[in-house]
């Protein structure tokens, strides 16, 4: 199994070396990528393609965040539903992270990434179950504005300081 999306986020400054801890959704099968990876870089398209990634980026997340899954799982390509089994797989992944960790209580960064023809949102967040780790959700769309790519990465362990401001 290849890593190469999470290596390149490594690389790009988004998430700190050392500090990835895990790859949660499918057994990592969201972040395999290409044996030729190309270079991660900032989104650089019109400001309204821009806001348009960033609008549904931020609209999966919220919808993954209120459970709703038949909303999110619509969105998701054939390939992206295959790699994740089912609905109730899906769906149950969910809700266990829902009591794990609560809900999210503050949000540390959204980031636009370009990779392996897919457009990255990536929204970095603190829950309140567990406030000193801060988790990356990543939402890959493909040229149809369809999610060709779902993962949950431990960002890291936050900063004493960070947690209580």
């Known amino acids: 199994m290849k890593f190469s999306l999470a290596t390149r986020l490594l690389s790009s400054g988004l998430l700190r070396p050392g500090l990835l801890c895990a790859c949660l959704l499918s057994g990592g099968q969201g972040l395999a990528q290409s044996p030729a990876p190309n270079p991660v870089r900032p989104a ?3 400001p309204e393609a821009t806001e348009r990634v960033t609008r549904q980026g931020r609209s999966v997340v919220q919808q993954f965040y ?3 899954i038949d909303s999110v799982w619509a969105t998701f390509t054939p390939e992206l539903r295959a790699s994740l089994g089912s609905l109730a797989a899906f769906r149950a992944y969910r ?3 829902v009591r794990e960790y609560g809900a999210e209580t503050r949000v540390l960064s959204e980031r636009l990434l370009e990779a392996d023809g897919l457009r990255y949102y990536v929204r ?4 309140e179950r567990h406030p000193g780790q801060a988790w990356s959700v990543i939402v890959g769309f493909d040229a149809k ?3 060709a790519a779902f993962t949950i990465l431990l960002a890291g362990e936050l900063e004493e300081e960070e947690v209580r401001t």
């Open 44 to 46: 650089q398209s019109a």
């Open 66 to 68: 209120a459970v709703k």
């Open 95 to 97: 809700e266990a992270g």
């Open 124 to 127: 970095t967040a603190v829950f």
């Open 145 to 147: 504005n369809r999610v």
